[in-house]
């Protein structure tokens, strides 16, 4: 049973895929998901996308919107480098093809100062581009649970528009780690949640089909695989082999091993930290 009602304990918002999170008090959804969240990307020549998976240098770019409404220019900080103040592309600005997985869409190229800045901190060769307002990358099926997903678009997420995770997963996976001997709990930071939640069973989230946050509503599609990423500590970069190691002992599945969840809002409203989680659908 639940222990009370569900809340959410933090909300995080990601600007740049793959760059460190901003936690914020509100957060407001469009269409596509979070106002402002992976709205810029980092790609190679040909226009994939560039993530922290295989560049782990990503992790320690810190940004922060330099509006109120987090759809203007993008702030970007790294050790032993200058803040670079990325604009957003104008209309004169170069149209580039660029590839999430296997969706392709529209973004607009930032320019080469910021081109020279990113490819300096990551160290590799890269472009800065920021989504373009008419792009249309398709939400799939998957990640809607019971909302109808046609006609919906997303950013440069992985797929889903939220990521939803309880805190009490996270802490009963570290206290799986502690036991077997692990010498510190895993940041939570690692799994890169748009929404935590508090007041609730581990895993508890998994078992939701439709509820509503505040006056929010989100379907909640398929369960979050998880890759690489997690084992990348986001402060010394340094790579280990949990949590996917304990992963594989108890949340493998056919698709994976999987924590959290991925989930899409109804439309567009504002999230708020200490919102309650009311479940009108179990899974």
């Keep these: 049973m639940?222990?009370?009602?569900?809340r959410v304990a933090g909300l995080t918002v990601y600007p740049l895929k793959s760059a460190a999170g901003i936690a914020v008090e509100q957060m407001p959804l469009d269409d596509r998901g979070a106002v402002g969240d992976r709205r810029?990307?980092?790609?190679?020549?040909g226009g994939q996308a560039i993530t922290a998976r295989e560049c782990h240098a990503l992790l320690h770019i810190t940004p922060r919107f330099a509006t109120a409404d987090r759809d203007g220019a993008l702030l970007l900080d790294a050790p032993r480098?200058?803040?670079l103040t990325a604009p957003v592309p104008?209309?004169?600005?170069?149209?580039r093809p660029v590839f999430v997985w296997e969706d392709a869409t529209l973004a607009l190229d930032a320019g080469d100062d910021a081109a020279d800045w990113c490819s300096d901190v990551i160290g590799r060769a890269c472009r800065l581009v920021h989504l373009d307002d008419d792009a249309s990358r398709p939400l799939k099926r998957k990640y809607a649970g019971p909302l109808p997903h046609e006609a919906r678009r997303v950013a440069f997420t992985d797929g889903?528009?939220?990521?939803?995770?309880?805190?009490?997963?996270?802490?009963?996976l570290n206290l799986r780690l502690l036991e077997a001997g692990a010498s510190e709990p895993l940041d939570r930071r690692r799994f890169r949640a748009n929404v935590w939640l508090s007041h609730l069973e581990p895993h508890e989230e998994d078992r939701w089909s439709r509820v509503t946050v505040g006056e929010v509503t989100l379907g909640v599609g398929s369960l979050c695989t998880r890759c690489v990423l997690t084992t990348v500590h986001p402060d010394s970069l340094a790579q280990g082999v949990e949590p996917l190691r304990s992963f594989a002992d108890y949340?493998?599945?056919?698709?994976?091993?999987?924590?959290?969840v991925n989930a899409t809002h109804a439309g567009p409203g504002t999230l708020a930290?200490?919102?309650a989680v009311t479940v009108l659908e179990p899974r």
């Excluded at 810029?40 to 020549?45: E, K, R």
């Excluded at 104008?90 to 149209?95: F, K, V």
């Excluded at 889903?160 to 009963?172: E, F, H, R, T, Y």
């Design 2 to 6: 639940t222990m009370s009602t569900p």
């Design 90 to 95: 104008g209309a004169d600005a170069m149209a």
């Design 40 to 45: 810029w990307l980092l790609v190679d020549g």
């Design 251 to 260: 949340r493998r599945t056919s698709e994976g091993v999987v924590f959290g």
């Design 160 to 172: 889903a528009p939220l990521l939803v995770l309880g805190l009490p997963s996270v802490d009963a």
């Design 273 to 275: 930290v200490g919102d």
């Design 81 to 83: 480098h200058t803040t």
